[in-house]
Nanobody, 126 residues
Framework: QVQLVESGGGLVQAGGSLRLSCAASGRTLSTYGMGWFRQAPGKEREFVAR????????YYADSVKGRFAISRDVAKNTVSLQLNSLKPEDTAVYFC???????????????????WGQGTRVTVSS
């Protein structure tokens, strides 16, 4: 079993930046493709970014490409999401996710996910 705990959420103004972190317990994350999803009030959980098990390949949703950056630190057993140029529409609860083993590039959709974190809230004010 893998337990994922997110941190780093908070209140920021539009145009600001925030860095989210995901720490694992139970098992190392080194063998998992990882990703971030988000869910705004009244909306379905949506894909944000993913990173391969090796850390060499990343992929982003069109809505965040060029603004967000996903990375992983194998030594610290963590995955991070850097959020830059934040917009009010980025307001959501952000979830860390570990992909099922058949998705080494990371999860691109909800059904690809094997483990979820409990989420960290990001609020962007106008």
């Amino acid at each position: 079993q893998v337990q994922l705990v997110e941190s780093g959420g908070g209140l920021v103004q539009a145009g600001g930046s925030l860095r989210l972190s995901c720490a694992a317990s139970g098992r190392t994350l080194s063998t998992y493709g990882m990703g971030w999803f988000r869910q705004a009030p009244g909306k379905e959980r949506e894909f944000v970014a993913r990173i391969s098990w090796s850390g060499g390949t990343t992929y982003y949703a069109d809505s965040v490409k060029g603004r967000f950056a996903i990375s992983r630190d194998v030594a610290k057993n963590t995955v991070s999401l850097q959020l830059n140029s934040l917009k009010p529409e980025d307001t959501a609860v952000y979830f860390c996710a570990a992909a099922r083993t058949e998705y080494p590039l990371g999860p691109a959709r909800r059904d690809d996910v094997g483990y979820w974190g409990q989420g960290t809230r990001v609020t962007v004010s106008s």
